[in-house]
C-alpha cells in the first residue's frame, strides 16, 4: 500500500492546524468524566541488581505549596477586594491584584467563566507568581455555560507564572492558552475543551522564536476528551485541530509525564515550534472524526526543526505514534508504541533509536534508525497488553528487548 500523506496546512490564531492527513473514523466522545485518572508512578524505584531505574512515564503526584505561603486567596463564592483566607475575593479579583512572589490560592468548588482571564502580569525567576488550588481541595474553572460562538479560556500572556493542581474544563475554545514564556503548568487536569486543551502559540515572530510562547514546561498533567468533533468551520473542522497539547509555535518548551489521551486531533502535537521537548508522557486513544489521531507529532510546517521525543508510550491512536511530520531534526529515544494503525514515521533526517514498536507496521521513512525492536532479531512480547496492568507494554522478561523502549534501565 502507498503511504500517501497530503498536507493542507491551516493556520488561524486560534485554531493553529497542522498536516491534514485525511479522514478518521468518527467515534464522537463527548461524555461527562469527573475523574482525574492518572496512572499510578513510583519513582526511585531500585532494579533486581539494585540499580536505580529510569522513571516511567505518566503523571507524577504534585504535592502542595503550604497555606502559610499564600498571599491572596480566591473562592467561588468570594467577593470584595480584601482577597484574605478569612475573606477570600473571586478569581478575577485575586489575578488583578497578583503581583511577583505570590502565591494564590484558589478555594475549592467551580468558578463559572463568563469571560477570559488573561494572566498578564508577570513574576520573575526568582519570584514567580503561584495559581493553586488550596491544599486539600480542588478549584474546577468551568466554561459549560459558555459556546463556541461567546468562548472564554484561561490565558496566559505573562511570564514566570505557575498554575498548579487545579482543573479546567469545558472550556469553548482552548482550555488554558499560553502565549507569554517561562512559565510552568504542572497537576493540571484539562479536559473536553472545543479545541486544544492546553495550546501554546505566540505568534509567529520573526526567527529565531523565544520572545512569545516559550520555554514553558507543561508536567504532571492530565489532558483529555478535547474534541472539535461535529463543528464543520475552520477552527474546529470536524476535529481536526483539538490536540491534548500543542505546541503551535515558540522555542524550548518542554512536556513531562503527561498523560494525555482521546483528543480528536493529535494527542501531543509540537506543530510548528522549534527545540520542542516531550518526555516521560502517555499519549493513546486520540482521532476522532476529521482529527489526524497521531500521538505524538514532532513537527509540521517550516520553521519546525529540534523536538525530542523520549521515554514515551503511545498506543491505540487512530494513526501513528510518533510522526516527525515533516519537522527537522527530531530524534525519538527510548519510546514505546503499540496498536497505533503504525508506529513510526520518520524524514530523511529523523533519528530514531532504542525504541519499541508493537505494531506490525513498525516504521515508515528513511531516517537514521538504530537498535530498534523492528531492527533485531527475535519476535517482540510484552507482559500484558492491559493498559491497567503496571505491566503494561514492559518487554517479556528474556525476550531480548528489555533494553530498548519506554521502560528500559
Ligand atoms: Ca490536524
Ligand atoms: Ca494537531
Known amino acids: 500500500m502507498r503511504w500517501t500523506v497530503w498536507l493542507v496546512a491551516g493556520c488561524t490564531v486560534y485554531g493553529c492546524g497542522d498536516s491534514h492527513e485525511g479522514a478518521r473514523p468518527d467515534a464522537t466522545d463527548q461524555g461527562a468524566d469527573a475523574s482525574h485518572d492518572a496512572i499510578a508512578v513510583s519513582d526511585g524505584r531500585s532494579g533486581a541488581d539494585g540499580a536505580p531505574e529510569a522513571p516511567r512515564p505518566g503523571p507524577r503526584p504534585v504535592s502542595s505549596t503550604p497555606v502559610a505561603q499564600g498571599s491572596l486567596f480566591a473562592a467561588p463564592d468570594g467577593s470584595g477586594s480584601a482577597c484574605a483566607e478569612a475573606a477570600p475575593c473571586d478569581l478575577w479579583e485575586a489575578a488583578d491584584q497578583a503581583s511577583a512572589g505570590e502565591v494564590v490560592f484558589l478555594r475549592g468548588g467551580v468558578y463559572p467563566f463568563n469571560s477570559t482571564l488573561d494572566l498578564d502580569t508577570s513574576g520573575t525567576a526568582d519570584a514567580p507568581i503561584t495559581f493553586e488550588s488550596y491544599p486539600g481541595e480542588l478549584a474546577i474553572l468551568d466554561g459549560s455555560a459558555l459556546d463556541i460562538s461567546d468562548p ?177 531534526l527530531v530524534e525519538f529515544d527510548h519510546n514505546t508504541t ?55 507494554l514492559g518487554p517479556t522478561p528474556g525476550g531480548g528487548f528489555e533494553d530498548i523502549g519506554a521502560f528500559a534501565p
Open 152 to 328: 472564554a479560556y484561561l490565558g496566559v500572556p505573562g511570564a514566570f507564572i505557575r498554575l498548579r493542581r487545579f482543573e479546567v474544563r469545558y472550556m469553548p475554545w482552548q482550555g488554558v492558552y499560553i502565549s507569554g514564556t517561562d512559565n510552568l503548568l504542572e497537576g493540571l487536569h484539562v479536559h473536553h475543551s472545543g479545541l486544544s486543551g492546553i495550546q501554546i502559540h505566540g505568534g509567529y515572530e520573526p526567527l529565531p522564536y523565544g520572545a512569545a510562547g516559550s520555554r514553558n514546561t507543561i508536567r504532571d498533567c492530565t489532558i483529555h476528551d478535547n474534541s472539535g468533533a461535529g463543528v464543520f468551520d475552520d477552527e474546529f473542522a470536524n476535529g481536526g485541530n483539538s490536540d491534548g497539547v500543542s505546541i503551535s509555535s515558540g522555542e524550548a518548551n518542554r512536556v513531562e509525564h503527561c498523560l494525555v489521551y482521546a483528543n480528536s486531533d493529535d494527542g501531543i502535537d509540537t506543530w510548528r515550534s522549534t527545540n520542542s521537548y516531550v518526555g516521560y508522557s502517555i499519549s493513546h486513544s486520540n482521532g476522532i472524526a476529521d482529527g489526524n489521531g497521531t500521538g505524538i507529532k514532532a513537527g509540521g510546517a517550516s520553521p519546525s526543526s529540534g523536538t525530542t521525543v523520549e521515554r514515551c508510550l503511545s498506543y491505540s491512536n487512530t494513526h501513528v505514534g510518533l510522526d516527525h511530520n515533516s519537522g527537522l
Open 338 to 392: 503499540w496498536d497505533n494503525e503504525r508506529g513510526y514515521y520518520g524524514g530523511n533526517d529523523t533519528s530514531i533509536s532504542a525504541s519499541i514498536a508493537g505494531e506490525g507496521a513498525a516504521d515508515f521513512g528513511a531516517g537514521l534508525e538504530t537498535m530498534n525492536s523492528w531492527q533485531r532479531p527475535g519476535t517482540l512480547s510484552f507482559v500484558s497488553v492491559d493498559p491497567t496492568s503496571p505491566e503494561f
